[in-house]
């Protein structure tokens, strides 16, 4: 006879009940501990979707929320448009690099009408695609126009201008820096010894990054002032053709004594021997060589190679980003010796590659021979650029104000014609070190990259006999297989 057996079904449905409870417990927690801590990653060819170091160092500087209004129509007849998705996934970067202290509001000037209206007049920009940044009261209209640069060389042939960069992040970052800094820093070039105009011909592209890092451009001829004046800035002497006066040395040496920033950029052409022992008496002597080399182009036959190419010394604050890079020096370029100055340091920054050395006997004419002389030329290392620091502690740690002076033997290498994206690092670098605003440096655009996957006849048969039979036999055969198992 059959033992009847007393089935718990309260014990069981608490069982049950207890089970689906910590399941859902779990699925809980791992949500939040998910949404509270996470990691991404951008595995996308060329970081397009990464922030850059000094975008992330600029938005751990800010106090107080920020708001981001992202005025922008997906509508192809509105200048832009076709920047809609990468400007959104750029804010969203933002946004997830900010720690919360971004909050970012979409509106689309078609779809709701009214919000565009008031957005129109409370911040005076136009109908266009634009991201505004609201800070404490502050706020900074930032166009497509500045986001992105666009090659239109096919136009005339019919075709549409192409994204030849994106900048959203140099335009952005800027943006944040104009409306968080309470006061503009000054880029002041000096003026009047034949120095080419900043934003001119010449040097278009240096001032249009410069005011990029939210810098302002100003010049000075120093006959038309009694003293160059201290405070946030950086002074640049970029080229001089001629020599400086006494006076002007004069003004110099009081600004340098007072704490003062400067970078200065030699015509290695130019003879201005004032200018020269001035720079000697701050640690860092032009040699009034030339940096050159020979090559060899058949057996017998020599060839001069006064286009130096030199390497950023790694290890410096103004080198952070192109330390170990290699990059050309067009024109003519002349070395630097260290000298040791009491309470001052010195450092180089640029060094000509091996082979180099700085020819002492360059006037000798096309037709006299080119070979190094150690009793007369300069040898390894041949150093192009370099920093003096006088006053302050070896402790970085410890912001202490100091004269700080970068000195490069070269006045072409930040000069339209010749300007490379190194270069440009290398000299904002060196502009925003200079006024100790050590968490912005030159952001690179993003270039969009184009790939092509290309397949010969044998690999596409292939992918077809995989597609087109493999994979419809192979789950015809699972379901035969499936269908048998059931039947038995």
């Given at each position: 006879m059959a033992r009847n057996v007393k089935i718990k079904r309260l014990q069981i449905g608490v069982n049950?009940?207890?089970?689906?409870?910590?399941?859902l417990a779990i699925v809980v927690l791992a949500n939040y501990f998910a949404y509270r801590h996470f990691q991404r990653w951008d595995f996308s060819r060329s970081s397009k979707y990464s922030l850059s170091e000094q975008t992330r160092q600029v938005l751990g500087t800010l106090k107080d929320e920020v708001k981001f209004i992202v005025f922008f129509a997906p509508d192809a007849r509105v200048p832009g448009a076709d920047l809609h998705d990468d400007v959104e996934n750029l804010v969203k970067e933002y946004q997830y690099a900010s720690d919360g202290k971004i909050s970012v509001e979409y509106v689309d000037p078609i779809r709701d009408l009214s919000r565009a209206r008031e957005l129109l007049t409370k911040?005076?920009?136009?109908?266009e695609n634009v991201v505004v940044i609201d800070y404490q009261g502050r706020s900074k209209v930032v166009n497509a126009a500045d986001m992105a640069e666009y090659d239109s060389s096919g136009l005339l042939q019919g075709q549409p201008a192409t994204l030849k960069s994106f900048s959203g992040e140099q335009a952005i970052t800027n943006a944040l820096l104009e409306v968080s800094e309470t006061k503009r820093n000054v880029v002041r070039f000096l003026q009047g010894q034949g120095q080419p105009e900043i934003g001119g011909a010449r040097l278009s592209t240096l001032r249009t990054y410069l005011e990029r890092q939210n810098l302002e451009i100003q010049t000075t001829n120093l006959l038309e002032v009694s003293e160059i004046p201290a405070g946030q800035q950086v002074v640049v002497l970029l080229g001089p053709q001629y020599d400086l006066s006494d006076r002007d040395i004069g003004?110099?040496?009081?600004?340098?004594?007072a704490q003062g920033r400067l970078i200065v950029a030699l015509e290695p052409t130019a003879f201005t021997p004032k200018l020269n022992a001035f720079l000697a008496t701050i640690g860092l002597q032009p040699q009034d060589d030339r940096v050159e080399t020979t090559v060899t182009l058949s057996p017998g036959l020599t060839g001069l190679v006064n286009t130096a190419v030199a390497a950023f010394v790694?290890?410096?604050?103004?080198?952070?980003?192109?330390?170990?890079?290699t990059t050309r020096l067009p024109g003519a370029s002349q070395s630097l010796a260290l000298q040791n100055v009491a309470g001052t340091k010195t450092r180089p920054v640029l060094q000509a590659v091996?082979?180099?050395w700085g020819e002492t006997e360059y006037s000798g004419g096309p037709e006299a021979p080119v070979y190094f002389d150690p009793q007369k030329d300069h040898g390894p290392p041949v150093i192009i650029g370099a920093l003096a620091e006088k006053g302050g502690v070896a402790d970085a740690r410890v912001q202490v104000e100091n004269a700080r002076a970068l000195v490069v033997g070269n006045a072409s290498f930040l000069g339209d014609e010749s300007m490379s994206e190194a270069n440009l690092d290398f000299f904002l670098?060196?502009?925003?070190?200079?006024?100790?605003?050590?968490?912005?440096i030159?952001?690179?655009p993003k270039t969009p990259e184009m790939f092509s996957l290309n397949l010969d006849q044998a690999v596409i048969g292939r992918i077809a006999l995989i597609v087109m039979l493999i994979i419809p036999v192979a789950a015809a055969l699972l379901g035969v297989l499936v269908w048998a198992v059931r039947r038995r």
């Open positions: 049950v009940l207890l089970q689906i409870a910590a399941v911040y005076k920009f136009g109908v003004l110099l040496r009081k600004y340098w004594d790694p290890g410096t604050a103004v080198t952070s980003k192109v330390g170990g890079i091996e082979g180099f670098n060196s502009v925003n070190w200079m006024i100790d605003r050590s968490a912005m030159g952001i690179a």
